[in-house]
């Protein structure tokens, strides 16, 4: 599922590019997807050094903001496997608990965060209650 900012409106959640739901706060715009047993899905970018994109490097996005990475490990005996993170410096997000992991294919790495993000974010009084929620 995806959440957009639906400006004036709140929040929207999105299943296969279709409004299934309005709100009028993120948190319960993502307590909608995890009550489903659902996981956000995040966007794709990639990580930048030097004006090139990493090899084997990704980062997730959230409402135009990076909220986690996923690294493919080249070589030595952790080849082949992905390591994620949630990681940010946004004020929005960055109160997370570091959570992070290793999985044999990128596919796995990228379920594992999304659906470890989603859980934050319906789990986060602090958030909530910093936002009126």
């Not at 959640?13 to 997807?33: K, P, T």
């Not at 899905?41 to 490097?57: E, K, N, Q, T």
Request: charge should be negative; glycine fraction near 10%.
């Amino acid at each position: 599922m995806k959440v957009r900012d639906s400006a004036a409106d709140g929040y929207e959640v999105l299943q296969d590019d279709e409004v299934v739901g309005s709100f009028a706060s993120i948190v319960e715009a993502i307590r909608y997807v995890g009550d489903r047993d659902a996981r956000l899905s995040l966007d794709w970018g990639r990580i930048i050094v030097g004006g090139d994109a990493a090899p084997f490097d990704y980062e997730r996005s959230f409402l135009g903001t990076c909220v986690g990475r996923i690294l493919g490990e080249p070589h030595g005996p952790s080849k082949g496997y992905w390591f994620w993170t949630i990681s940010t410096n946004h004020r929005r997000w960055r109160v997370h608990c570091g959570q992070r992991g290793r999985n044999a294919d990128k596919d796995a790495a990228v379920a594992e965060l999304e659906r470890q993000f989603t859980e934050y974010l319906a789990e986060t009084p602090p958030y909530a209650q910093a936002n009126g929620v």
